[in-house]
């Protein structure tokens, strides 16, 4: 056994979480890659602290665990190792939130069919989320939220001024790596349809306060004014996302 794999050991004994990481690691443990293949020196302790949560999670769900399989395992500690330490993050509360979502996807694959279902994206997916856009995804299963929200909202709803314009335009380019991950869909304003809104409103002479126009041109009687905000959805994905991310329930 190297070093490394034997101060793994040493260290997951401490934390008393051996038996657990034997037991979701069996097919490294059994093939003896216990150490240097998969944990990284300078990341042991964030990476045992996962462990240790996902196995404080299981228990509070009452719940056994089981074998992961390495092509999720790997990746998820991995990426987990790379977050900051609540400890010595500028922002604890987020370094904090991040940690508890890492153990939460430990423990939901480790829980089996009796959690959450973890797809092999999932940590890839976490590791490329900032903890500001994995409140926004949050936000939107809240049981406030409704199933579309404008994006202004979204964006007072987690604590971003969208007055302030570098602030703004930060949280456009969250929703976009949201967007880009499939985990939300955005519906943005036609421009055929307000640019047709205008001209009737010109042709016409309309109540503009009341959403709609009468128009000649298409022969009916009314049209309705387009949509103007940019609604914000979360994708069958993103719900999938956060369900894996929050600690397995118990089954009673």
Known sequence: MDEDSKELVAVVTEAGVRGFFETIAAPLVEAGGWGADIIKRRRLQTQVKTLV??????????????????????????????????EEAADPEAAEAMQQRWAALLANAAAGELGASVSLAFPTILAELEPIEARIIDELTSVEAPEEIDIWGLRMAVGLDAAEEPVRTASLAHIDNLERLRLVTVRRPDNYLENLSTYLLRDQSGDSASGLYPSRAFGTPQVPLPERRELVTLTELGRAFVR????????T
Do not use: H, Q, T
Not at 53 to 73: C, E, F, H, Q
Not at 244 to 251: D, F, I, L, N, T
């Open 244 to 251: 894996a991310c929050k600690p397995p329930a118990s089954p």
């Open 53 to 86: 949560l996902a196995k404080r999670m299981l228990d509070d769900a009452g719940l056994p665990a089981n074998a992961v399989s390495p092509k999720l395992l790997v990746p998820l500690l991995e990426n987990a190792s790379l977050e900051d330490d609540p």
